[in-house]
């Protein structure tokens, strides 16, 4: 008995030896990949989990805040229609603030009208950027203008794209070594000029399956005082 148990703590050790030896080994290799490989095995990732998420459907929570004051939420039910475009259902629009009298009345209708201007073309940018196009970075590529900073050895790099959708704009991509996904996305860019800087923030989480999805996008327009933060729950295969 004394011999069978000493013969399975010992394969027990061997078999960890071997595990750690092949998780070192699987790191050592994600970190020798060049440029290119990186670049193509990240593409290759967002490409599959945008493919799979066209079977899900899913609910989009927007809130809009001006001056740290909470000035709008809304939900909505979304999915893919057959071109691969997302349709979306509100199911929650935001409520209709009590309208003041007088000139603070004027004014306060006034500031709301231009929030929700500004609204609809930063959903726009949002768009441009999430999820990230596989052309731009293929640009930049091209063009000299991406690096590669490693975060944690064999684990996280960032991939660094500067002028990525408009002059002067960066890009930073996290990217989880072991699979090749995205970890997070951060964006500095801007509104019709450069004085209208905005900063993005995207949070990614993965499916069951594997899928890589933005959780939350955030966009800080601190010229303008606006923060928008675009929640993404409940995914669930369409249909059902």
Do not use: F
Not at 46 to 52: G, P
Not at 75 to 98: L, R
Not at 183 to 208: Q, R, T, W
């Amino acid at each position: 008995m004394k011999t069978n148990r000493n013969i399975g703590k010992g394969a027990a050790l061997l078999t960890g030896a071997l595990l750690l030896l092949t998780l070192s080994w699987g790191a050592a290799l994600a970190e020798d990949l060049t440029q290119e490989e990186r670049i193509a095995a990240l593409k290759q990732s967002m490409a599959a989990s945008q493919e799979a998420l066209k079977a899900y459907q899913w609910t989009e929570s927007t809130t809009v805040s001006y001056e740290g004051e909470e000035k709008s939420h809304s939900t909505a039910k979304c999915s893919y229609d057959a071109d691969g475009k997302v349709v979306k259902e509100v199911t929650s629009a935001p409520q209709e603030h009590k309208k003041k009298r007088g000139l603070r009345g004027r004014k306060a209708e006034s500031k709301q009208k231009e929030i929700k201007e500004y609204m609809g073309r930063a959903k726009e940018l949002i768009a441009t950027y999430v999820p990230p196009n596989p052309e731009n970075i293929q640009k930049c590529k091209d063009a000299g203008k991406i690096s590669i900073e490693m975060v944690e050895p064999g684990k996280t790099v960032v991939l660094r794209l500067k002028d990525y959708q408009l002059p002067g704009d960066s890009v930073g991509i996290k990217m989880d070594l072991a699979t090749n996904t995205m970890k997070g996305y951060e964006v500095d860019s801007y509104l019709d000029s450069p004085e209208g800087a905005v900063v993005m923030k995207v949070s990614y989480e993965k499916l069951e399956d594997g899928t890589v999805y933005p959780s939350v996008i955030s966009l800080d327009a601190a010229a303008e005082s606006i923060l928008v933060e675009i929640s993404n729950t409940d995914y669930r295969h369409a249909g059902n």
